[in-house]
């Protein structure tokens, strides 16, 4: 993995369990759905193909199963991976995750 500052490092499934367990301290999300999430990751990461990937993909992958996994906290990592500056930058968040949450509902018969 490739850092901002241009430093490489192995890919660490213990760094993303500890950035996802910090983003859902005080939720509802057990010990094993941190170990699946970091799994999905690094699987994730695997399956591009590539010897180095930036630091930026990685938390690319964690955003989609963290926002399955919990919404709270998928905003929490959001709002420090993406650099929230406003009250704004959550409200555009939470309409996405509104209007992703309404187009994966089951169309009423």
Do not use: N
């Amino acid at each position: 993995m490739v850092k901002r500052s241009g430093v490489t490092e192995p890919f660490s499934r213990d760094k993303v369990v500890v950035g996802v367990r910090r983003a859902c301290q005080g939720r509802p999300v057990d010990e094993d759905a941190f170990q699946v999430l970091a799994q999905q990751v690094e699987e994730s990461i695997r399956s591009t193909g590539c010897a180095e990937i930036a630091s930026h993909e990685v938390g690319l992958a964690i955003l989609g199963p963290l926002r399955e996994l919990d919404e709270v906290a998928y905003l929490r990592f959001a709002s420090v991976y993406r650099s929230f500056s406003s009250v704004e930058d959550f409200e555009k968040e939470i309409l996405d995750l509104r209007t992703a949450r309404a187009e994966e509902a089951p169309a009423e018969q």
